[in-house]
């Protein structure tokens, strides 16, 4: 497992003989401590506080490591990543095989990406103690290209159950509202939702560079603004690893209730336990897998199926 490390301190980053050198503030002295980590153990850097500087040395030797480089806005929310350019050694074939796949084939993997991520959202609802029959109806009514929007009728039915359950009464009780609404700009959990899912689609993106794919052309997304439209789609069916975890900090972490009522920011704690979705226990290929790893497989198997050699995309399940 690759580590995903957040500097919510200042702090001055260098690269030295193949490892990203910390130096940070000492909290016992006057001086500073100086802390070193092999580039080849990590996978995602975030860089939260506004009084971080990181060598252009540094920077390039993350990238070279194929590290995602996130970065985060003045609310300390994740708003920028830097990926490598150049992460697979058959770069150009592997670009070919996907701008040459076709629109049905682009459809049908669609299809599978929509019924994978409905029929983990039924897995979560099932573990609130809820029945998710209509989910596991409409995920077996996907069509190729998900033609009828079930995507869209699944996620209106999901959301105000998953946070307004009155089965729940724990977290019914810390919900200030009438109705929880899935905004980026909105209420909490909002806030929880946004951050896990910047982690995940940085973890998404890199994989996705590694199997020497374009994080921008997507077989489904085509905001000709958006740089990652693939990782978007591809990331759809981790999204409910995500929303557990989030369901499960409401539920069980002390302080939400007064989090609810109006901070904007998240605290360390809540923040260090949605650096962990990389480490989540997943099921792929009938096996448990961390979550990062799985997305590995995920990646490679997408490639297969522009190349060809496979019809069907290796989603994980929730265990």
């Not at 058959?90 to 682009?106: D, G, I, N, V, Y």
């Not at 159950?161 to 909002?190: C, H, M, T």
């Amino acid at each position: 497992m690759k580590k995903t490390i957040c500097f919510s301190q200042p702090a001055y980053l260098s690269s030295r003989l193949k490892q990203l050198v910390i130096e940070q503030p000492s909290e016992v002295s006057s001086g500073t401590k100086v802390v070193t980590v092999p580039l080849e153990d990590i996978a995602v850097i975030v860089l939260e506080n506004p009084q971080i500087t990181i060598t252009h040395s540094a920077l390039s030797a993350l990238i070279a490591h194929n590290v995602a480089v996130v970065t985060c806005s003045d609310k300390y929310l994740p708003n920028g990543l830097f990926l490598n350019l150049d992460g697979h050694t058959l770069q150009s074939k592997r670009f070919r095989a996907q701008l040459e796949a076709s629109q049905p084939l682009k459809k049908q993997l669609w299809a599978q990406t929509v019924q994978c991520k409905i029929r983990n959202q039924a897995a979560v609802i099932a573990r609130t103690g809820l029945d998710p029959a209509p989910l596991l109806r409409w995920c077996n009514e996907v069509r190729s290209g998900d033609q009828d929007n079930k995507e869209a009728r699944a996620a209106s039915w999901y959301w105000p159950k998953l946070f307004n359950s009155q089965e729940d009464e724990v977290v019914a009780s810390k919900l200030d509202w009438d109705g929880f609404i899935r905004d980026r700009y909105g209420l909490w959990p909002n806030a929880l939702l946004n951050y896990g899912y910047a982690v995940l689609r940085a973890l998404v993106a890199r994989a996705l560079v590694a199997s020497g794919l374009l994080p921008a052309l997507g077989i489904h997304h085509r905001n000709q603004y958006n740089a990652y439209c693939l990782a978007d789609d591809i990331m759809e069916p981790y999204r409910p690893f995500v929303d557990g975890m989030v369901y499960q900090l409401v539920k069980n972490h002390p302080d939400m209730s007064t989090a609810f009522k109006g901070i904007e920011t998240l605290t360390p704690a809540l923040k260090r336990s949605l650096l962990s979705v990389p480490a989540l226990d997943v099921r792929i290929n009938s096996q448990l897998s961390p979550l990062q790893e799985a997305v590995k497989k995920t990646t490679a198997s997408l490639y297969a199926c522009f190349e060809g050699a496979e019809r069907k995309i290796t989603y994980p399940e929730i265990p």
